[in-house]
């Protein structure tokens, strides 16, 4: 069984940059397809960015292309979601998750989440 443990989250200035990580305990993220998530009050969970943990390009939603960044780092197990120029619309809990191949829609394992709140 995998765990993933996000770390991060917290106030930021509008303008400003956060780095969240995503550990992964029980097994090695290797092949797998992992992601990052949020979800503001009242609004749907939203996909924001996700890569094979391996490398290759990521996919990036437009609302946040050019501010945020998806990267990993084998010998820790993690992934980072590296987040620049943030403003109050970005404030949301955020979640990673993981999928395994055969790689369908549905993500198999995900954090618990971490609070981002970005004060104007």
């Known amino acids: 069984q995998v765990q993933l443990v996000e770390s991060g989250g917290g106030l930021v200035q509008a303008g400003g940059s956060l780095r969240l990580s995503c550990a992964a305990s029980g097994r090695t993220f290797t092949n797998y397809y992992v992601g990052w998530f949020r979800q503001a009050p009242g609004k749907r969970r939203e996909f924001l960015a996700g890569?094979?943990?391996?490398?290759?390009?990521?996919t990036v939603a437009d609302s946040v292309k050019g501010r945020f960044t998806i990267s990993t780092d084998n010998a820790k197990n993690t992934v980072y979601l590296e987040m620049n120029r943030m403003n109050a619309d970005d404030t949301a809990v955020y979640y990673c998750a993981a999928k395994i191949p055969p790689f369908g829609y549905e993500y198999n394992y995900w954090g618990q989440g971490t609070q981002v709140t970005v004060s104007s």
């Open positions: 890569r094979l943990y391996s490398g290759g390009t990521a």
